[in-house]
């Protein structure tokens, strides 16, 4: 990785504008010898990949499998193992909510248990989101402070919520509840440090409670928690790379990643198309780096839905013709990971890339799937230098040295 404090040195502040595609999960393991991109029609992602020049990324190190904070964090240049981003903090950040010094925050689902405490589905079904705020609602009543410490809950979407736990001597340094796997019970919390010792009795406490408000609550009957965490310092993307940065995404955790990276959050519709619409609305506007980022194709994926995750892909080359309309100067098509539907899961597989600038050389990649990309002249390499690329390409980087 070119070191961020070279870089900087580097930038030059140009009219150039970069759209930043983040197709969520969207690398698979192939099914009857395809994988979801590979049996998805897409002529216009195809068109990207034709035009551009190809590879796939590592999101961490090869082998490992990466949560969504990490990954994006890589593509975005910041080294994941050196900011090593809890999930609480972005689910609170992307939920507007303010977190103050000494303040904790986690992720927390909606689960589903059976009489014996057994965790039956991590997701309640993906309750929908107004039985979500419901239920929400329901907590903050019965459990306004557990052991002096202030409890504030906002509700997310389907089976997501962010609790906050407000009060001193509070620490984030405790295990999650949520073992990520059905079929288990959950995980008792434990303290990593002496000062977090106060923080685990106030969860256990607090998890007690919840289960108990919602044991007449059928799929939402408990939760898991997971992702403690404060408030972290890191530079924004316009201290690295002087690019005035615009969100767009329809899920908290991707609008809280950006909201940490220093970025406006625009106000768009959930749809796909509607994603694209927000887009085009802005393009025109002072952002010169707009990162739009696609869900479905990751919720698809855990679910183990092929066909859906084939659907969403088609519905998001049909969506996507407007970046030929608006004409940036950089398009990329990226993940944070790959979501294989065979595994219901995050996985470690590189992730399929595309960048189309007129200022790059198109390599033989004519398609946007993981076997073609392969055989990119990008090779194979690491998300964290993905931004370089992408900054040259825009024309954005002067000469290093003389």
């Not at 539907?341 to 996985?347: A, E, T």
Request: with cysteine.
């Amino acid at each position: 990785m070119f070191p961020q404090e070279v870089l900087k040195d580097l930038i030059v502040e140009t009219p150039s504008k970069i759209v930043f595609v983040v197709i969520d999960g969207v690398g698979g393991v192939p099914i009857e010898g395809k994988t979801e991109l590979e049996a998805a029609r897409k002529p216009n992602l195809d068109r990207i990949a034709k035009e551009g020049i190809c590879g796939l990324t590592i999101p961490v190190s090869p082998g490992i499998t990466p949560g969504s904070g990490p990954g994006h964090l890589a593509l975005f240049g910041y080294d994941p193992l050196q900011y090593q981003i809890k999930r609480g903090i972005l689910e609170a950040l992307g939920l507007g909510m303010e977190v103050r010094g000494g303040e904790v925050v986690a992720r927390g689902n909606f689960a589903t248990f059976s009489e014996d405490g057994r965790i039956l589905d991590r997701r309640a079904q993906r309750i929908p989101t107004e039985e979500n705020r419901r239920l929400c609602e329901k907590l903050r009543k019965a459990i306004p402070e557990v052991q002096g410490v202030k409890i504030e809950i906002e509700s997310g979407k389907e089976h997501r919520f962010v609790v906050k736990f407000s009060g001193g001597g509070l620490s984030d340094l405790l295990t999650d509840t949520d073992p990520q796997k059905e079929g288990l019970k959950p995980l008792e919390p434990s303290a990593l440090d002496e000062r977090a010792e106060r923080m685990v009795s106030v969860v256990k406490e607090f998890s007690r409670r919840a289960r108990e408000v919602l044991k007449d609550e059928y799929p939402a009957n408990g939760i898991l928690l997971r992702g403690f965490s404060q408030m972290p310092e890191m530079p924004s993307l316009y201290d690295l790379y002087k690019l005035k940065s615009a969100c767009i995404a329809s899920y908290p955790m991707y609008k809280g990643i950006a909201r940490l990276l220093g970025m406006e959050i625009l106000k768009t519709e959930e749809r796909i198309g509607d994603l694209f619409e927000t887009l085009r609305l802005n393009f025109h506007k002072e952002y010169d780096f707009f990162y739009v980022h696609i869900k479905e194709t990751d919720s698809r994926g855990e679910d183990g839905d092929f066909e859906g995750k084939v659907r969403v892909i088609e519905e998001l080359d049909r969506t996507s013709s407007v970046l030929f309309e608006l004409s940036p100067e950089v398009i990329v098509l990226c993940s944070d990971h790959s979501t294989p539907s065979f595994l219901k899961g995050h996985s470690w597989h590189p992730c399929p890339f595309a960048l189309r600038s007129p200022y790059e050389r198109p390599d033989e990649v004519t398609e946007f799937t993981e076997r073609a990309c392969s055989r990119g002249a990008l090779g194979l390499f690491r998300a964290v230098e993905v931004m370089p690329l992408v900054l040259a390409s825009a024309l954005k980087l002067k000469k290093f040295g003389a």
